[in-house]
């Protein structure tokens, strides 16, 4: 298994410029999570979703941050206009689909991440 | 919401000797709680998760406790390796928020050699 694949590893960009970060969760899996993590703030979950349809976005921190899911195997996480402060690694998760049991099914797993800078 | 408090910031220990790193939760009704490790410069990788109606889950020399009357979860490490350095996380799973992780901020586990 591949696991979660995310692309661009690395992207620097300038203060204003569209940003479009990309993940291919495991196959198989339902679910897929967006965090962002930063040192001051830690790992926070931006936006998840559930059999592609956005469950909860209350993470995302502003209009400037949209997110897609349009098949089970892709979705991007875009910034219009990005800004300094949004520089941090982007990791994309997933996980598997529930089980009958009422804990089975929320392991996460998580990609390489994204590194964005911007200047 | 849930709340998750992780304890120490920073671990140093010698090679050879045991680690433990404590999280509390602040939801009664939470009922996973997974462990997490991340290697400088890669994604968080799950390295062990325990539910609620057990009370402790061990695998090889890492081994995970919950005390659901104190809502507290421990990760113990024994005979630690050079490769145990990392920067650990707990999380547990939000009740309102079905699929939803909550972390702590992360231990830095230093293995002396």
């Known amino acids: 298994d591949a696991g979660v694949i995310q692309s661009p590893r690395h992207e620097v960009t300038e203060m204003g410029q569209e940003v479009t970060l990309r993940c291919k969760p495991i196959?198989?899996?339902?679910?897929l999570f967006w965090y962002r993590q930063t040192m001051m703030r830690g790992l926070e979950l931006l936006i998840y979703?559930?059999?592609?349809?956005?469950?909860?976005d209350s993470g995302m921190p502003e209009d400037r941050f949209s997110a897609k899911m349009p098949n089970a195997s892709f979705s991007t996480l875009k910034i219009q206009p990005s800004e300094p402060r949004d520089s941090a690694v982007y990791f994309c998760?997933?996980?598997?689909?529930?089980?009958?049991?009422?804990?089975?099914?929320?392991?996460?797993?998580f990609g390489p991440g994204t590194r964005l800078t911007v200047t | 919401g849930e709340n998750v408090e992780q304890h120490p910031s920073t671990l140093s220990v010698q090679e050879g000797d045991s680690a433990v790193i404590k999280c509390t939760y602040s939801?009664?009704?939470?009922?996973?709680f997974p462990w997490y490790k991340q290697e400088l410069g890669k994604g968080p990788q799950l390295i062990i998760d325990?539910?609620?109606?057990?009370g402790e889950k061990k695998d090889q020399r890492i081994a995970v406790t919950l005390n659901k009357t104190a809502k507290h979860f421990s990760l113990h490490i024994t005979e630690t390796q050079p490769e145990d350095s990392a920067v650990y996380f707990c999380?547990?799973?939000?009740?309102?928020?079905?699929?939803?992780?909550?972390f702590g901020q992360g231990t830095r586990l230093t293995i002396n050699p």
């Open positions: 979703f559930n059999n592609n349809v956005p469950i909860d």
């Open positions: 325990i539910r609620s109606n057990v």
């Open positions: 196959s198989g899996h339902n679910s």
């Open positions: 999380a547990a799973r939000e009740t309102q928020g079905a699929q939803k992780l909550v």
């Open positions: 998760a997933s996980s598997p689909r529930r089980r009958l049991a009422a804990w089975a099914g929320y392991e996460q797993y």
């Open positions: 939801d009664s009704a939470s009922n996973y």
